[in-house]
Antibody
Framework: QVNLVQSGTEVKMPGASVKVSCKAS????????ISWVRQAPGQGPEWMGR????????NYTQKFQGRITLTTDTSTSTAYMELRNLRSDDTAIYYC??????????WGQGTLVTVSS | DIVMTQSPDSLAVSLGERATINCKST????????????LAWYQQKPGQPPKLLIY???TRESGVPDRFSGSGSGTDFTLTISSLQAEDVAVYYC?????????FGQGTKLEIK
């Protein structure tokens, strides 16, 4: 069965970076893309970007341009999301999800990232 | 960016009754080359990630009960729950995947009346 397991809770100082991992299993990792979505407390989902695993092509939401990098390691079927220069309003649950036809069908459990001094 | 607007923001429906949620996009989500609308619906319960219910505007994801249906095309879409069950209490989001950045509606909170 398809499963996406994300890394654990992170607490970061403002200005720091965070790198969240997402290990996929149960399907051919290179055949599907991976999207990253975050959800601030009490808010709706916010799409951050996607990566096409087989060729590494990425798309990012403009507001994250210059601060976000999406990568994958096909040898371990793991996707990564790095967000730099963290601010307090980056506090959120970060999700990875498998892309099917462009929409996200299977989701990771989420990683809470708290940015606080 | 394509803006997705849902209505209503919240909805209270009696058990067994029909629930209807609307979603409007600022540009057409219909890709003419394959005649498909790049619109999905998600259900989210507290403490859980969103769950895919509907894609291509009207295709039910595997395992989703048939009381959930999606309709519409172009810029106007609807999610219908034909007979509300207690386990359907959740927040529902529409989501366009026509053009990056993909965007979500603001959500509709569905409760039992």
């Amino acid at each position: 069965q398809v499963n996406l397991v994300q890394s654990g809770t992170e607490v970061k100082m403002p200005g720091a970076s965070v790198k969240v991992s997402c290990k996929a299993s149960g399907y051919s990792f290179s055949t599907y893309g991976i999207s990253w979505v975050r959800q601030a407390p009490g808010q709706g989902p916010e799409w951050m970007g996607r990566i096409v695993v087989y060729n590494g092509n990425t798309n990012y939401t403009q507001k994250f341009q210059g601060r976000i990098t999406l990568t994958t390691d096909t040898s371990t079927s793991t996707a990564y999301m790095e967000l730099r220069n963290l601010r307090s309003d980056d506090t959120a649950i970060y999700y990875c999800a498998r892309l099917k036809y462009g929409c996200s069908d299977f989701w990771g459990q989420g990683t809470l990232v708290t940015v606080s001094s | 960016d394509i803006v997705m607007t849902q209505s209503p923001d919240s909805l209270a429906v009696s058990l067994g009754e029909r629930a209807t949620i609307n979603c409007k996009s600022t540009q057409s989500l219909l890709y003419t080359s394959n005649n498909k609308d790049f619109l999905a619906w998600y259900q989210q319960k507290p403490g859980q990630p969103p769950k895919l219910l509907i894609y291509w505007a009207s295709t039910r994801e595997s395992g989703v009960p048939d009381r959930f249906s999606g309709s519409g095309s172009g810029t106007d879409f609807t999610l219908t729950i034909s007979s509300l069950q207690a386990e359907d209490v959740a927040v529902y989001y529409c989501h366009q995947y026509y053009s990056p950045p993909y965007t979500f509606g603001q959500g509709t909170k569905l409760e039992i009346k």
